[in-house]
């Protein structure tokens, strides 16, 4: 893992820390960047599934029940 320096906003750190019971500016800052990873997966899957066309015949085709 890299060291890297950065200037952060310690009164945003500490109100994570409260909101999230998270105990180091390190564990913030891991988890504020996973968290951000997934959300920008999830609206880029999201955006696709949007403009996904779809076929007469997929539009009214039946409606699949698994046992």
Known sequence: M???SVDVDKEL????KAMTGL????EV????LT???AL??????L???KSRVFTDD?????TVQYP
């Open 2 to 4: 890299a060291i890297t």
């Open 13 to 16: 750190i500490a109100r994570i």
């Open 23 to 26: 105990k180091t500016d390190r």
């Open 29 to 32: 800052i891991h988890e504020s």
């Open 35 to 37: 968290t951000t990873a």
């Open 40 to 45: 920008v997966s999830q609206q880029q899957l």
């Open 47 to 49: 955006d696709r599934m």
């Open 58 to 62: 997929q539009v009214s085709a039946g």
